[in-house]
C-alpha cells in the first residue's frame, strides 16, 4: 500500500460544484502539502500544515480550502469549481529534518467542465 | 519572471549519452537545491539534494549548484531508458517555517531511446 494515499484519484466535475480531494499518509509525518501541477508551470503550493493545529496559504490559494482532521489527514477543497481549476494535485508529506524531502502521493486529476 | 526557470525541453537522447538538465533562480535566500524526478502518472521522487554549492555525486547523476550564478545543474552519465521521466528541480530558503516549502522549476522532459 502507498505511504501517501490520495482519492479520487481522477474526477471529472461541473462548474460551481464543490469538490474535496482528500489526503492520508500512513508514514507519520507532522508536516502535510498540497501542490497543484499544471504543465509548462511546474509544481506550486497551495496550502500546507505543520501540525494538526497549523495551517498555512501557499503561493496559490484563492478559491481553495483545506482541513487538517488528524495527523494523518489532509483535505483540500474547491468549493466552487472553475475550469481553470483543472490540474493534477498532489498531496505530500515531510519530516521535521530539513532534508527537503517531500514524499508525494500519485496524484489527483481534476477536471472541471 | 518565475522564481526558478528551467528549460521544458522535450529532450530526447541515445542511450548511453550524456544528459545535462539546468535551472536558474532569483532568490539568492535559497539555501537548499533539490532534483525531483517524475516517471508517468506518480508523483515525484527525490532524486538529489544538495545545500549550499558545490556539488555532489550519486552513482551516474550528479548535481551542481553555484550560487553566485544562481545556476544549478543535474549531469546523468550512461543514461538509461529507465532514465526517462520528468526532472523537476525544486528549491527552499533556510529556517524550521520554510522546510518543506519547495519552489519548483517546471520540469523538464526527457526521453531516452534504445
Known amino acids: 500500500d502507498a505511504d501517501v494515499t490520495q482519492t479520487p484519484r481522477n474526477r471529472i466535475t461541473k462548474t460551481g460544484k464543490r469538490i474535496m480531494l482528500e489526503c492520508s499518509q500512513t508514514k507519520g509525518h507532522d508536516r502535510m502539502y498540497w501542490y497543484r501541477q499544471d504543465p509548462g508551470l511546474g509544481l506550486q503550493l497551495i496550502y500546507y500544515s505543520f501540525d494538526v493545529k497549523d495551517i498555512n496559504k501557499g503561493e496559490i490559494s484563492d478559491g481553495y480550502s483545506v482541513s487538517r482532521q488528524a495527523q494523518a489527514k489532509f483535505s483540500l477543497s474547491l468549493e466552487s469549481a472553475i475550469p481553470n481549476q483543472t490540474a493534477l494535485y498532489f498531496c505530500?508529506?515531510?519530516?521535521?529534518?530539513?532534508?527537503?524531502?517531500?514524499?508525494f502521493g500519485e496524484g489527483s486529476r481534476l477536471t472541471v467542465l | 519572471q518565475k522564481e526558478v526557470e528551467q528549460d521544458p525541453g522535450p529532450l530526447s537522447v541515445p542511450e548511453g549519452a550524456i544528459v545535462s538538465l539546468n535551472c536558474t533562480y532569483s532568490n539568492s535566500a535559497f539555501q537548499y537545491f533539490m532534483w525531483y524526478r517524475q516517471y508517468s502518472r506518480k508523483g515525484p521522487e527525490l532524486l538529489m539534494y544538495?545545500?549550499?554549492?558545490g556539488n555532489k555525486e550519486d552513482g551516474r547523476f550528479t548535481a551542481q549548484v553555484d550560487k553566485s550564478s544562481k545556476y544549478i545543474s543535474l549531469f546523468i552519465r550512461d543514461s538509461q531508458p529507465s532514465d526517462s521521466a520528468t526532472y523537476l528541480c525544486a528549491m527552499s530558503e533556510a529556517g524550521g517555517t520554510s522546510y518543506g516549502k519547495l519552489t519548483f522549476g517546471q520540469g523538464t522532459i526527457l526521453t531516452v531511446h534504445p
Open positions: 544538495t545545500y549550499s554549492s
Open positions: 505530500a508529506t515531510s519530516t521535521l529534518a530539513n532534508t527537503g524531502e517531500l514524499f
